[in-house]
T-cell receptor, first 110, second 112 residues
Framework: GQQLNQSPQSMFIQEGEDVSMNCTSS?????WLWYKQDPGEGPVLLIA?????ELTSNGRLTAQFGITRKDSFLNISASIPSDVGIYFC??????????FGTGTSLTVIP | SQTIHQWPATLVQPVGSPLSLECTVE??????LYWYRQAAGRGLQLLFY??????ISSEVPQNLSASRPQDRQFILSSKKLLLSDSGFYLC???????????FGDGTRLSIL
């Protein structure tokens, strides 16, 4: 299957700091998604991106669809304790499925 | 609005026992449906997807099977569970294959 490389694997930050994470692939994707998963729950969609170069915000979250269509970035500004969780990227190639990254675990220290 | 329900939330089963996990979607018609397994809190592995009643595509060979007896019902089954079947199982739906998938709350399956 397709490999989506997410980095960093984990982050430990102070409350109030900004966060940046990214997702890269060797393939060109048509759609990029970002999800957040809390422990013991299913992933929840944060942002969907459909065009190369697209920049979309959802509150303190901003995500971008890379110009090369092989990467995407998620930024969280002014982190708060409830931002804790695992963040997944997912990309769509044009077949019947999305490919998911391995996740970035975020810990926010109050 | 659309909702997705999975049950049970947790399940403890002995090796060799059968399995049936159920997923239902409300508020939409003819959704694409998906079963994923997630090990150790990371890495979603797609097991099965369905684009319509009775249509199942398998992504990973294993001793699990899936069925879609009704438009908004997706079932994950096994005749004999293995220790390696332990994990967190997630059901998801989407309107079409290139639209975002929406996940249920998952089933934590432990095999003893």
């Amino acid at each position: 299957g397709q490999q989506l490389n997410q980095s960093p694997q984990s982050m430990f930050i102070q409350e109030g700091e900004d966060v940046s994470m990214n997702c890269t692939s060797s393939s060109i994707f048509n759609t990029w998604l970002w999800y957040k998963q809390d422990p013991g729950e299913g992933p929840v969609l944060l942002i969907a991106l459909y065009k190369a170069g697209e920049l979309t915000s959802n509150g303190r979250l901003t995500a971008q669809f890379g110009i090369t269509r092989k990467d995407s970035f998620l930024n969280i500004s002014a982190s708060i304790p409830s931002d804790v969780g695992i963040y997944f990227c997912a990309g769509h190639l044009g077949r019947n499925q999305f490919y998911f990254g391995t996740g970035t675990s975020l810990t926010v220290i109050p | 609005s659309q909702t997705i329900h999975q049950w049970p939330a947790t399940l403890v089963q002995p090796v060799g026992s059968p399995l049936s996990l159920e997923c239902t979607v409300e508020g939409t018609s003819n959704p694409n449906l998906y079963w994923y397994r997630q090990a150790a809190g990371r890495g979603l592995q797609l097991l099965f997807y369905s684009v319509g009643i009775g249509q199942i595509s398998s992504e990973v060979p294993q001793n699990l099977s899936a069925s879609r007896p009704q438009d908004r019902q997706f079932i994950l089954s096994s005749k004999k569970l293995l220790l390696s079947d332990s994990g967190f199982y997630l059901c998801a739906w989407s309107t079409t294959s290139n639209q975002p998938q929406h996940f249920g709350d998952g089933t934590r399956l432990s095999i003893l």
